[in-house]
């Protein structure tokens, strides 16, 4: 859950967070690749995108991978009381392998995703957030696939 603020973003400060959302190069500097497309530096870009990552105007940078590719994943969800869902959902961030959660107008009211080297791992992370929160976590597992695309053209005024 991101809060919106009215922060102003530079012009390389939009670049970086629109650009690269597709096509990150996979190269063994990819941020020096990303400075020379943008006429600066690599220590900036990196300076760049971590004062971006602390801010929480993005929340990670790193490849999709498709599911069943490599290691495990499942959709889960949870009925959280409106005066708790803040603090669950904060718990649920804290797992590295939650790559993001979400708010849904709904009776299961908080989402996420779980990826893992295994399934087994999967299993853990689902039961310790459950033990943790003190809320039933229910599991949705991938019956069919679908390429989303993930990226989405911001628009600056």
Do not use: C
């Not at 220590?43 to 971006?52: A, N």
């Not at 790559?99 to 087994?120: C, I, Q």
């Amino acid at each position: 859950m991101t809060e919106v603020t009215d922060r102003v973003y530079t012009p390389l400060e939009r670049r970086l967070l629109n650009e690269f959302q597709r096509d990150f190069p996979t190269t063994p500097r990819p941020f020096a690749e990303i400075a020379v497309r943008l006429g600066t530096d690599e220590e900036t870009v990196i300076d760049t995108y971590t004062r971006l990552l602390q801010e929480n105007a993005i929340s990670r940078i790193g490849a999709t991978v498709a599911p069943r590719r490599a290691g495990s994943s499942t959709l889960a969800a949870m009925s959280i009381p409106d005066n708790r869902l803040r603090e669950v959902a904060n718990t649920v961030s804290g797992y590295r392998e939650v790559n993001h959660n979400y708010e849904r107008d709904h009776e299961m009211n908080l989402w996420f995703v779980v990826t893992a080297p295994s399934a087994g791992r999967v299993a853990e992370i689902l039961s310790d957030i459950g033990h943790r929160t003190g809320f039933d976590v229910l599991e949705f597992p991938l019956e069919e696939a679908y390429r989303l695309d993930l990226g989405f053209d911001l628009k600056w005024t």
